[in-house]
């Protein structure tokens, strides 16, 4: 079973700064990762998949880097409406699967 | 609208049965890998249970082969999630998901608003 973590477990960072948010895989994953964003008494919602291509609507200011075992999502100006909890996700091709990584808290600083 | 819509969540005693439900509507259902997602209270996120667009196909999380069934009816749109020997630790928010398949990736891009599953004496 592949096991995703996710570093740190909170992030404090200021409006308008960079966030630069971790996430590693127990094996190689390849490009099968993606990240999303969830808010307080919200559904997740899809932010980056195959480890950099945005989901449409996604700004800019999100971006996705990695691949095999070490991957990072970036987020270049912080907005308020970004303080949220963000999750990595591996997709295993056989058996199907997925893996969540345990979460970020991205609060404000 | 793409939409999802679940129900059926609830209070139950240990060792009981729940049958979920998620309505889809705003896209064509039977071309679409459905998946549960569920999330404990104040934890992390934890993929259940995935079906096949034909319904053929199953896979199942370890922590929940054996006790839960995942199905679909194509012709009303709706995805089910049949949890039998339900335990403490079934304790969940339960979301329902539509795979996204970019041809090389896949991700869940729509999700429900998730139904309360709470297990409990």
């Known amino acids: 079973e592949i096991v995703m973590t996710q570093s740190p477990a909170t992030l404090s960072v200021s409006p308008g700064e960079r966030a630069t948010l971790s996430c590693r895989a127990s094996?190689?994953?390849?490009?099968?990762l993606a990240w999303y964003q969830q808010k307080p008494g919200q559904a997740p919602s899809l932010l980056i998949y195959g480890a950099s291509t945005r989901a449409t609507g996604i700004p800019a200011r999100f971006s996705g880097s990695g691949s095999g075992t070490e991957f990072t999502l970036t987020i270049s100006s912080l907005q308020s409406e970004d303080f949220a909890v963000y999750y990595c996700?591996?997709?295993?091709?056989?058996?199907?699967?997925?893996?969540f990584g345990q979460g970020t808290k991205l609060e404000i600083k | 609208e793409v939409q999802l819509l679940e129900s059926g969540g609830g209070l139950i005693q240990p060792g009981g049965s729940l049958r979920l439900s998620c309505a889809a509507s705003?896209?064509?259902?039977?071309?679409?890998?459905m998946s549960w997602v569920r999330q404990a209270p104040g934890k992390g996120l934890e993929w259940v249970s995935a079906i096949s667009g034909s319904g053929i196909t199953t896979y199942y999380a370890d922590s929940v082969k054996g006790r839960f069934t995942i199905s679909r009816d194509n012709s009303k749109n709706t995805l089910y999630l049949q949890m039998n020997s339900l335990r403490a630790e079934d304790t969940a928010v339960y979301y329902c998901?539509?795979?996204?398949?970019?041809?090389?990736?896949?991700?869940?891009?729509?999700w429900g608003q998730g139904t309360m599953v709470t297990v409990s004496s």
């Open positions: 996700q591996q997709y295993n091709n056989w058996p199907p699967s997925y893996t």
């Open positions: 705003g896209f064509t259902f039977n071309n679409y890998v």
């Open positions: 094996q190689s994953v390849s490009s099968n």
């Open positions: 998901a539509k795979d996204f398949w970019s041809g090389f990736y896949r991700a869940f891009n729509i």
